[in-house]
């Protein structure tokens, strides 16, 4: 059974920088494709960044381009979410999920086509 593990958030000031990590096991991380999804108090839980299997293509929303950056490591069977310039918006519980997707298939942003999910990771951002 995949199991994903998310580490890094926490407490930072506006402007400031944070790293999340999502350890992957259970299974063949080079078959899945990654993503971070954050969930705000009383909104959707929305997609925020997507890598391919390989890390060849990602995916980002609108509202973090050119700030985040999502990158995987298949070695290590993790994948990262740099955040920087953080802003009080960026607030929100942050998951990782895993799609088992075929490769042809084009990235997915859809919570509903993610097999699995980490217990997420709390990041506040104070202004």
């Known amino acids: 059974q995949v199991q994903l593990v ?3 958030g926490g407490l930072v000031q506006a402007g400031g920088s944070l790293r999340l990590s999502c350890a992957f096991s259970g299974g063949t991380f080079n078959d899945y494709s990654m993503a971070w999804f954050r969930q705000a108090p009383g909104k959707e839980r929305d997609v925020v960044a997507v890598i391919k299997k390989s890390g060849s293509r ?3 929303t ?3 381009k ?3 950056t999502i990158s995987r490591d ?3 069977n993790t994948v990262y979410l740099e955040m920087n310039s953080l802003k009080p918006d960026d607030t929100a519980v942050y ?3 895993a799609d088992h997707a075929p490769t042809w298939v084009p990235l997915r942003t859809s919570r509903d086509a993610y097999d699995y999910w980490g217990q997420g990771t709390q990041v506040t951002v104070s202004s």
């Open 6 to 8: 998310e580490s890094g």
């Open 58 to 60: 990602t995916y980002y």
């Open 66 to 68: 050119g700030r985040f």
């Open 62 to 64: 609108d509202s973090v």
């Open 74 to 76: 298949n070695a290590k």
């Open 95 to 97: 998951y990782c999920a």
